[in-house]
């Protein structure tokens, strides 16, 4: 039986909390495992084609959602971003089974809202800095950090700028891979990965040539 404290420990601690090897005696009920880890952590939400459980592999600009980050960026590096931006209130957490890793294949990168290496200046241009979130007929204006809600907000796919506040913070998050705090995942099969949306920026590292098998199961946590 897994130890659920542990988790919510190193949520706390670190934003995130990663096992290498958490599934590897369930792996023929994978999808199942995941999702009792995910309903003690909160309520799982379904996704995309109101699939609770989604299956997530690298995919070519054609082949990918017309609503995700791979329609732009295709099998090249993912920028980091909040899952459910496009949502009033961001997932709370994250939670992801690796169900298959064969050869070299892409991580997962982290990187703690708290290690932006942001100024004073910099904070208020995120709080004021106006940006057009599309989300259809539901779509909304809204700032990246809002000094009364715990939760960040970007994501460069659904988030357009709408002043030169919001342009400069945009050019500014688009270069994150460069800081120093980036924690990278490297995955393997059993791997479990559980973030906290609301703290931590997270993205795909790029597809190479050489990539092999990656298959990973994620559940979103309202």
């Not at 999702?35 to 699939?51: C, D, E, F, Y």
């Not at 779509?139 to 709408?162: E, H, L, T, V």
Request: net charge negative.
């Amino acid at each position: 039986m897994f130890d659920v404290e542990q988790i919510q420990f190193e949520l706390v601690e670190s934003g995130y909390f990663f096992s290498a090897s958490f599934f590897n005696d369930e792996l023929d009920q994978l999808s199942e495992a995941l999702m009792q880890v995910s309903k003690k952590l909160g309520t799982p939400m379904k996704g995309r084609n109101a699939q609770t459980v989604e299956v997530l592999t690298p995919k070519n600009t054609d082949e990918a959602h017309q609503n995700s980050l791979s329609v732009q960026y295709g099998k090249g590096e993912l920028p980091f971003h909040v899952d459910a931006s496009h949502h009033q209130i961001p997932s709370r957490y994250l939670v992801f089974a690796c169900s298959c890793a064969e050869g070299d294949v892409a991580p997962t990168v982290l990187l703690n809202v708290s290690e932006l290496g942001l100024g004073e200046n910099d904070v208020v241009a995120l709080e004021t800095g106006v940006f057009l979130v599309k989300n259809g007929r539901h779509s909304f204006y809204a700032n990246i950090k809002r000094p009364d809600a715990p939760f960040f907000r970007w994501d460069p796919g659904c988030m357009f700028p709408q002043d030169s506040i919001a342009e400069a913070v945009a050019r500014k998050l688009s270069h994150l891979y460069l800081l120093p705090a980036v924690r990278t995942i490297n995955w393997s099969t059993g791997a479990l990965l559980v973030v906290d949306n609301w703290r931590m920026l997270h993205a795909r590292g790029a597809v190479s040539s050489s990539h092999g098998i990656r298959t990973l199961f994620r559940t979103t946590i309202q």
